[in-house]
């Protein structure tokens, strides 16, 4: 069954938005995610800096092909690969047990040192991933439309920002329940 253009609309929107801002903050310190992506520890040294500038690079541009109909595919299988690039590195820290390396992200993330809940975050993006791929119906958008998928892509994007936030309070959380006990 073809999925609604609007919620593929909705999903390249929301999936624009993430890593427009993920690159954002990655390039606005590329010293300090070289330096995250250095404690991932994947990496040979030669090979890091070359990555961290681009890994931001690759993110602008699966946001601007997720936008773009002509070039939807396209960033949806960017987006993918990117999401899996990522999640792969975070789970092969977490299986090594490497739960205090900073996640890198960029933002709020700063604070979030890997856990599996980046990766059910990651998950869950690559969800919106598929659904730019997936075919969709012949309806045309209306205006109301494309206004209920920019404010469903900004709504959700916050529902993103605030999962970022509780997974970074996690270490947090736990810290001061040793201390209280």
Known sequence: MPLDPAIQHLACA?????????????????LAFELALDAYALLPAPLVRPFAWTLPLLESLAAVTLVLTPTRTTGGWLALALLALVTGAV??????????????CGGIEDEQTLSWALVARNVLLALAGLAALAPTSA?????????????GALALFLVVALANQLIANQPRLARLRVRTA
């Open 14 to 30: 929301l999936l624009a938005i993430v890593f427009a801002s993920a690159a954002w903050h990655k390039l606005r310190d590329l």
């Open 139 to 151: 309806r045309t958008l209306t205006w109301f439309d494309h206004v209920s998928v920019a404010t």
């Open 91 to 104: 789970v092969v820290n977490l299986l090594r047990g490497r739960t205090d390396v900073g996640c890198g």
